[in-house]
RNA sequence: CGGGGCGUAGCCUAGUGGCUAUGGCGCCUGCUUUGGGAGCAGGAUAUCGAAGGUUCGAGUCCUUUCGCCCCGACCA
């Protein structure tokens, strides 16, 4: 590609907006443009960027013996009504209906529409296991789009769904996508890591993420630096210890002014491990069948010195969605926020309770009463509920296998696997005839990359003050041909020489200034630099640098550019590849 | 959906009721220059996001609305 006609223009400065580095770049470099809030334009280097991730990941599908389909977009709502989605996903599927009426959907996911297939297509054991994948659009409406690529409505993933005839197959294709995305990211050069994760509105049980850790990632990743045990925060556990006594007599006593657990602390001169936390939250339940929904107060209860994981607590509860309750909701329960407990709790709230609370005794707890406490609460005899663990995992809290202090940080979920089991086939009649002659559900799972957001991480990853420095496999070319000379025959015939070898090179054949041109491959940061001036030319020589190491020059001989370049492009290539991670799931989440 | 911020040319930006809306980058023409965002001369590009209002006069004040960004709720 000839700079001159590139259709993408560098910018020298940011665009309103752009707050990390790597969405500058992006920006600055003429990879990506905003149409919208969560909505990009891929210009030919972000194409070619992403096009170059696509192939990685066809590579490492076909290898496990995925076949690549496309299913549409645009789906009929039916089948979205047979599995419930329709009703249970709220406004983040977009919805209308087409001219006679008849509603439709943008999927924002495809399991519906590959049940669909797979029931038409699959009658027997004989026929599995299959796997089949596609990389295209889907259209998620989120409420906050943020970071550029990192968050988006419109973008490119890659779905897969397995099919099998039992768990064990299911699990064999499991652990084949674990492995074959560890070769994905690292054939990309992203580093990640993979935790046990949340199901969420997917269904199923088994789950992992797999995350990129960065600063402006979104999701809390809680680690152990001491044995390997990692989750989401979303579903990280801990190990808690318990307050055991003796049950004393439960006493209420005035609390002024002590609507936080601090105040609380504060005026008993007690330890925030004595009390019990109450949060009030408003359960949403839909009925998967007809979509009804129904409301429910949920009061979650915590030991004082942990904090409420929502995720959980929704989880705990079965709710399809949560909020904090309003003041006048608790009151109309007979609750006093601030001063609130389970204790008392009406018919048709719901109660669920930590096992940092239902494990302690003698607890302080709201009286539900303005300004007033019971000292020596305990669950069961003063309260019932459900217990479950609903606590949020903190930095420094002890891991739940060995102990040693968690250590959290940020991460940007790229990739996913699920196990979604029966969840989809037999809400969607999706039967095989096994060879006991007996229907069975087939056994599903689902397995993602978000492609954009791959690239977004990667740019976060490889850049520096100059500008992007993206990996070999995954730039948009490979070489950068900086012309500095007037006569430019020479550097055409050399243009023309490496892109006949089969290398994709960039030639600045602009007349611009050097520094200009300089400036720009900084900023592009295409992995090989091949600089043509009169300086070294005229001893017939060419400098060669490469962007991750601008110190250091090397000189090509202008007769032997072309052999050389693909040396180093191999060489370049193998050092990705050595860092790639051979990982096999060993079962745990 | 709640809270906050911002919309002036392709990008960045000045403007605090008063003359023909500022400057830089980029763009066009000519000359010059070619190893780190060069120089000179000339030029084009803005219904100041939109609508309504206040005023003798509005980019500026008010109302409404649209869009974008950030925080929260949310999120595979």
């Known amino acids: 590609m000839r700079m001159s006609k ?95 009426g008849r509603d439709m959907v943008l999927a924002m996911t495809h399991e519906e529409v590959v049940t669909d297939l797979a029931r038409t297509e699959i009658d027997s054991y004989k026929r599995m296991p299959l796997l089949v994948y596609q990389i295209q659009t889907k259209w998620r409406d989120d409420p906050r789009p943020r970071a550029g690529l990192i968050r988006v409505r419109e973008f490119t993933m890659k779905d897969s769904y397995s099919f099998d005839v039992d768990e064990a197959g299911l699990d064999e294709q499991y652990r084949a996508h ?175 309770v930590d096992d940092s609370v239902a494990e302690s005794n003698n607890l302080v707890a709201g009286a539900n009463e303005w300004e007033h406490h019971y000292l020596n609460t305990n669950f069961g005899r003063d309260y019932q509920g459900t217990v479950a663990d609903i606590a949020s995992a903190q930095a420094g809290f002890a891991c739940p296998v060995c102990s040693a202090p968690l250590s959290a940080s940020k991460g940007i979920e790229v990739g996913n696997i699920f196990q979604l089991g029966t969840r989809y086939s037999e809400a969607m009649d999706c039967y095989y005839q096994d060879i006991d002659s007996t229907r069975k559900p087939v056994i599903m799972g689902s397995y993602g990359i978000g492609v954009g957001r791959l690239l977004a991480s990667l740019a976060e990853e490889y850049c520096d003050d100059l500008g992007l420095a993206l990996p070999i496999t995954v730039a948009p070319m490979q070489v950068h041909l900086v012309s500095l000379v007037k006569e430019s025959e020479t550097v055409d015939q050399l243009y023309e020489e490496l892109t006949a070898a089969g290398i994709d090179v960039l030639y600045d054949d602009r007349k611009e200034s050097a520094g200009v041109k300089f400036a720009d491959a900084d900023l592009i940061g295409l992995p090989i630099r091949i600089t043509v001036g009169n300086r070294s030319l005229k001893e017939g020589k060419v400098e060669v640098k490469v962007r991750s190491n601008l110190d250091e020059t090397l000189s090509f001989d202008l007769s032997t550019v072309v052999s050389e370049t693909q040396a180093l492009i191999g060489r370049l290539v193998a050092e990705i590849e050595a860092r790639i991670e051979e990982r096999e799931w060993d079962g745990s989440l």
């Not at 992006?26 to 972000?46: C, K, M, S, T, Y």
């Not at 949060?279 to 409420?308: A, H, P, W």
């Not at 929502?310 to 079965?318: D, G, H, I, S, V």
């Open 6 to 100: 590139l259709f993408s223009r560098t910018l020298r400065e940011a665009p309103n907006g752009a707050d990390s580095k790597g969405y500058e770049y992006l920006l600055r470099a003429g990879f990506i443009r905003q149409l919208g809030a969560g909505v990009f334009n891929l210009l030919p280097l972000g194409f070619r960027a992403v096009t170059k991730i696509e192939t990685i990941i066809r590579e490492e599908m076909d290898r496990i013996g995925g076949q690549e389909i496309l299913m549409p977009l645009v789906n009929p709502a039916d089948v979205w009504k047979e599995t419930g989605r329709y009703y249970s996903i709220d406004r983040e599927m977009s919805r209308f209906k087409d001219r006679v």
């Open 178 to 352: 674990y492995t074959a995305y560890f070769r994905i990211f690292g054939r990309t050069g992203l580093p990640v890591i993979v935790v046990g994760a949340d199901s969420g509105m997917m269904g199923g049980k088994v789950s992992h993420e797999y995350m990129y850790l960065s600063p402006i990632g979104e999701d809390t990743i809680i680690t152990c630096p001491a044995c390997h045990y990692t989750a989401n925060r979303q579903v990280a556990s801990f190990k808690k210890s318990y307050h055991k006594a003796e049950m004393k007599e439960m006493e209420k006593v005035f609390t002024p002014e002590t609507k936080t657990i601090d105040e609380l602390v504060d005026y008993l001169k007690i330890d925030k491990k004595q009390t019990a936390k109450s949060v009030f939250m408003v359960g949403t339940f839909i009925d998967d069948t007809n979509g009804e929904e129904q409301s429910k107060l949920i009061v979650g209860v915590v030991r004082g010195d942990l904090e409420v994981e929502e995720n959980k607590l929704q989880n705990a509860a079965r709710a399809n969605a949560l909020r904090p309750a309003h003041p006048e909701e608790i009151a109309a329960m007979g609750m006093v926020a601030g001063y609130g407990s389970a204790i008392g709790a009406k018919e048709g709230i719901l109660v669920i």
